[in-house]
């Protein structure tokens, strides 16, 4: 089945400092990718979604030059958290859409536990 | 816009025992619906979805879940708990447009006491 691949699991960093997370899609095309935030006993809310060689839409209240999204293909997406700051400290999961399994084929990565110290 | 409401932040069942977990979806269309299932610090598996096929869809490890037109329901059940079944459960809806962004419900947390 598909596999989405996402890096690293978990991250602790200093405040003010950038972190990147990676998500492949690794048997599969992701023509559009989304990436969320889960705070500890939440929901999933979604930040942004990037499709393929454009730029990413961001939902209302993200801060788009605080969490930069490249999908430079169609199999890697990354999230880059700039600047960190203790309240960025959350789960991140990012989801890829299978092109192959037609509008609704959603595979999840395993998650990025950022700690901001 | 699409969305969907999970009545119970937390349930609780004994092994062996029915296990139902409700969600309710408000929408103007015809709505493609999800579960899914989440592990303690892991990314979420599906369970099922609903995409206007067979209105009782039967997914992974028993369950399966019943969309109901007239009340606005996609309740996921199991007939009988197991314990590796506690987990966060999200109820999902796809909010269309060009992107078809699948929007979560708030989440159950199901606890299986032996």
């Known amino acids: 089945g598909a596999v989405v691949s996402q890096h690293p699991s978990w991250v602790i960093c200093k405040s003010g400092t950038s972190v990147k997370i990676e998500c492949r899609s690794l048997?599969?095309?992701?023509?559009?990718m989304f990436w969320y935030r889960q705070f500890p006993k939440q929901s999933l809310m979604l930040m942004a979604t990037?499709?393929?060689?454009?730029?990413?839409?961001?939902e209302q209240g993200v801060e788009k030059d605080k969490f930069l999204i490249n999908h430079a293909s169609l199999t890697l997406s990354t999230l880059t958290v700039t600047s960190a700051h203790p309240e960025d400290s959350s789960f991140y999961i990012c989801?890829?859409?299978?092109?192959?399994?037609?509008?609704?084929?959603?595979?999840f990565g395993s998650g990025t536990r950022l700690t901001v110290v | 816009a699409q969305s969907v409401t999970q009545l119970g932040s937390h349930v609780s069942v004994s092994e062996g025992a029915l296990v139902l977990l409700r969600c309710n979806y408000s929408s103007s269309v015809p709505p493609y619906l999800f579960w899914y299932v989440q592990y303690p610090n892991q990314g979420l598996q599906l369970l099922l979805k609903?995409?206007?096929?067979?209105?009782l869809v039967k997914g992974i490890n028993g369950f399966e879940a019943e969309f109901k037109k007239s009340e606005t329901s996609f309740h996921l059940t199991k007939p009988s708990a197991h314990m590796s079944d506690a987990a966060e459960y999200f109820c999902a809806v796809i909010r269309g447009g060009a992107t078809n962004k699948l929007i979560f419900g708030t989440g159950t947390l199901l606890a299986v006491q032996p």
């Open positions: 989801s890829a859409r299978d092109k192959s399994a037609g509008n609704y084929g959603y595979t």
């Open positions: 990037s499709n393929e060689g454009s730029k990413a839409t961001y």
């Open positions: 609903y995409t206007s096929a067979a209105t």
């Open positions: 048997d599969f095309q992701a023509t559009t």
